[in-house]
């Protein structure tokens, strides 16, 4: 048996990334190149184009929110731009419009506003020949289960 | 083995029991005992969301409004048919501002519209009810429809659910998913004491307004109710 003193691991949530305390306020606008977690109160925008943010349970953001991934587990007041995923933890709390091309939302989060589904457009690989435009296709048919064919909007 | 104790706390108030239930008092989510984490999940038919989602068929990129708060599977299913959600919580919404308080107050009736259905110039297409409107009293119901009625786009449908046990002083408190365009995943959530018990010629006259009502009848004493714009 080890008689060395137990160390706490690090937390995962703030490993690797930059972090805003729970004891912080910020007002302003934030930018950020790499993932972000915030547990302290933001009021104004936080950007993060390529990379993930979280909101901590403490956290309590009042701006527009963009970034690549975003995850909540406190309070949002604002509309989010998660341009791969967002993710609405059991106890989180979001009021605005979300623009994603994922959600995960836990039963317990609330949710409050508009969401639009964008799937981000397929990268054209180099020298490829230009697409053909699609040709019309048949009105879908339910399948058996009565669920009809997807169909993407972009706005 | 469940002794006594134990028995006596899974009776709700009525006498009939529903081992895993939570109980809500209106007005007072905090009172509400869950004894077990567990719900009653059932899978049923709904004609109601089939002839709703018929109506939506062949378009997108509408505007669906869902009433009972966002839940994964009914962002899933509406996203995926091109259309944008919007969604609001009315029943928590009803405990917070009333907070068990008279549901007349003109005031908080205005605060109520002003927090859930204040959208500006958007129009939508197609409103998910679900069973909120039975646990708003008069005067708040009436609000809501007319508020309801400016918002829908002309010739849209709104999907209604009410239990029609007239004798009943609680009722199933349901949370409301779509596991496709024919079948709903009722997960019930305890009861709750509904304001007011309506039949079809209520419903009628509720939905006046309205261009048209149909009816659906179902088992689980649940009235299903289209009613267009």
Known sequence: MSTMPFKAPEPETTRGQASIGKAVKINGQIYSKEDLYVDGDVEGTIELQEHRLTIGPNGKVHSSVKAREVVILGNVQGNVDASDKLEIRKDARLVGDIKTARIIIEDGAYFKGSIDIVKPEPAKSPGSPAPRPPQSAPAPAANAQGNAVAAEVKR | ?229
């Open chain 2, 1 to 229: 083995m469940i002794t006594e104790r134990l028995r006596g706390m899974l009776r709700r108030p009525g006498g009939a029991s529903l081992p895993g239930a939570a109980v809500f008092t209106p007005g007072h989510p905090s009172s509400a005992t869950k004894l077990f984490d567990r719900e009653v999940v059932s899978t049923r038919p709904s004609r109601g969301l089939e002839q709703f989602f018929a109506y939506l068929r062949g378009q997108a990129g509408l505007s669906i409004l869902d009433l009972a708060g966002a839940s994964q599977e009914n962002i899933n299913f509406i996203t995926s048919l091109g259309h944008r959600l919007y969604s609001e919580d009315f029943v928590r919404s009803l405990d917070d501002i009333f907070a068990g308080e008279d549901q007349s107050n003109a005031g908080r009736i205005d605060q109520f519209l002003r927090h859930n259905l204040n959208f500006g110039n958007e129009e939508f297409d197609g409103v998910l009810v679900w069973d909120v409107l039975q646990y708003m009293a008069p005067a708040l119901l009436t609000a809501t429809l007319d508020r309801l009625r400016t918002i829908v786009r002309p010739q849209s449908y709104l999907l209604a659910y009410f239990h029609s046990d007239e004798k009943a002083q609680q009722v199933p408190f349901y949370s409301f998913r779509i596991k496709d365009q024919q079948h709903l995943l009722l997960t019930q959530r305890g009861t709750r004491k509904p304001t007011q018990i309506f039949n079809n010629r209520s419903l009628e006259k509720l939905f006046q307004p309205f261009e048209s009502v149909k009816f659906f009848l179902t088992r689980e004493q649940l009235r299903e109710v289209i009613v267009r714009r």
